[in-house]
């Protein structure tokens, strides 16, 4: 088998599935052919190979490409072709892996369901009725279906972790600052991570491998030594002490999904660990808390699509401020421009106080949560998600359940804890994701316990 072989059988199986599944936005099969000859050449010379060597991948269309259209689901950008490639993406292309193409996604990454995308709906491998989950909507489902080997995602607030559960497949949010952002459009820059979604734990274990460290080209990226993932997994769990906070076990949390992840505690703790109920007391503050921090990131971050610097220009201004507004009014759909009015409500003088400034006092609050837990516990396991995916277009007029959906995956995302998703269970024929929280940097622990599970 070579290379093009590999590249070769996930075209043909995108062009199989894909028209009904949605995954893709855009395909470079021209460009992924040329690499798979390539690195056939490498290969054939007998030269060293790159730790994903020949692996077909997908990359969410907010990672940018050089070269290679990256829209963000957006209408605002669907000319914008970055001249340089995201650091995540050169380490690919390091590691030898083949890029296919960009994925759908919510626009800009604000959603969880592949609705506000501005170009399609992305659909559930298992269930077409069903939403994938988002905002890496496309990541997920191309992974579920077999159309590329892996795929990366960014998680704000979950949109790893989420459509990994909703479509059966392992999802990492790696701690914040362990993957360089460089590249990644910025939706909330002090939550924003990229990572992996990929089939297995081992998998993913490879492709954190290949994409972590610490970058100068991102002021944020930690300098922190990045350990050997693939020697964590060992299989081995005996005397690991995990918590389970009763937070994420309560109210709202459907019964079935509860008892999948109950299963899967008596799984680890036949394998020789043991559990025990924690408290993260601040849980219920963390929604309005994200929400506010998040779109107040967002409100600024998004100000350079303005027609001018960024995004398409609208045709019909006069003026200098025309341009401004209807580039603005044209080129975002409903779901972003309501985060950008939230933020820059939240961030005016008069208001900062009693929104954002409390909100950052809460994210305090529910990272010492996480620190008080860890004093205790090795690990933290809860669901990813309060039920499996729901049908498509159930929640679009209801963005308050909605961002309800992410009660269990913002406070992590807000505590800038790695969490990895990975599959315990059916739900109605629909699969379920089970949350392994480690402590900042220990993306090591999480991995070897969802590998022992697995
Ligand atoms: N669903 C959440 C939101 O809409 C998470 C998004 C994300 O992680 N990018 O903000």
């Given at each position: 088998i070579t290379v093009s072989d590999l590249v070769d059988a996930s075209l043909k199986r995108i062009r199989a599935v894909d028209?009904?599944?949605?995954?893709?936005?855009?395909?470079?099969?021209?460009?992924?052919?040329?690499?798979?000859?390539k690195l056939q050449e490498k290969l054939d010379k007998g030269e060293k190979r790159g730790l994903l060597f020949g692996l077909p991948a997908a990359l969410k269309d907010n990672i940018v490409t050089e070269g290679i259209v990256t829209t963000c689901a957006s209408k605002h950008l669907e000319n914008y072709q970055p001249i340089y490639d995201a650091t995540v993406v050169q380490k690919l292309k390091e590691a030898?892996?083949?890029?296919?193409?960009?994925?759908?996604?919510?626009?800009?990454?604000?959603?969880g369901s592949s609705e506000t995308s501005a170009y399609k709906i992305t659909r559930n491998p298992w269930n077409e009725e069903h939403v994938p989950g988002g905002s890496s909507s496309g990541s997920a489902a191309a992974v579920a279906a077999g159309e590329?080997?892996?795929a990366l995602g960014t998680d704000t607030g979950g949109s790893i972790r989420q459509p990994a559960s909703y479509c059966g497949v392992v999802g990492l949010k790696p701690t914040y600052g362990r993957v360089s952002r460089f590249g990644a459009v910025a939706f909330a820059s002090s939550l924003d991570?990229?990572?992996?979604?990929?089939?297995?734990?081992?998998?993913?274990?490879?492709?954190?491998?290949?994409?972590?460290?610490?970058?100068?080209?991102?002021?944020?990226?930690?300098?922190?030594?990045v350990p050997n993932y693939l020697s964590a997994l060992t299989g081995d769990v005996k005397g690991l002490r995990i918590g389970v906070p009763k937070e994420y076990l309560g109210e709202?949390?459907?019964?079935?999904?509860?008892?999948?992840?109950?299963?899967?505690?008596?799984?680890?703790?036949?394998?020789?660990a043991t559990w025990e109920e924690i408290a993260l007391p601040h849980t219920e503050y963390a929604i309005a808390s994200y929400y506010i921090i998040a779109s107040s990131e967002a409100s600024s971050n998004l100000a350079r699509f303005d027609g001018i610097r960024y995004g398409v220009r609208s045709a019909n201004a006069s003026s200098l401020l025309e341009v401004y507004e209807k580039s603005r009014s044209e080129g975002f759909g409903p779901e972003v421009k309501r985060r950008i009015m939230l933020g820059t409500?939240?961030?005016?003088?008069?208001?900062?106080?009693?929104?954002?400034?409390?909100?950052?006092?809460?994210?305090?609050?529910?990272?010492?949560?996480?620190?008080?837990?860890?004093?205790q516990v090795d690990v933290i396991i809860g669901p990813t998600t309060p039920t499996p995916a729901f049908k498509i277009g159930e929640l679009i007029d209801d963005p308050l359940t909605m961002y309800l959906n992410d009660v269990c995956?913002?406070?992590?995302?807000?505590?800038?804890?790695?969490?990895?998703?990975?599959?315990?269970?059916?739900?109605?024929?629909?699969?379920?994701g089970m949350q392994v929280i480690g402590k900042a940097f220990d993306e090591a622990t999480i991995l070897r316990v969802a590998h022992a599970f697995e």
């Open positions: 028209g009904k599944i949605g995954a893709f936005l855009n395909i470079d099969e021209e460009g992924a052919k040329e690499t798979a000859k030898e892996s083949v890029v296919l193409g960009k994925c759908n996604m919510d626009e800009f990454a604000m959603g590329v080997y892996f991570q990229i990572g992996p979604i990929t089939k297995n734990v081992e998998d993913a274990a490879y492709v954190l491998q290949s994409i972590a460290g610490y970058d100068p080209m991102d002021s944020t990226s930690a300098n922190v030594e709202g949390i459907d019964p079935a999904v509860k008892d999948a992840v109950m299963n899967a505690l008596k799984v680890l703790e036949g394998l020789g409500y939240a961030l005016s003088s008069g208001y900062y106080d009693a929104y954002y400034l409390k909100a950052q006092k809460v994210r305090t609050l529910i990272k010492q949560d996480f620190d008080r837990a860890f004093e995956t913002v406070p992590v995302s807000l505590a800038g804890m790695p969490a990895i998703s990975v599959p315990c269970g059916m739900v109605n024929g629909l699969p379920v």
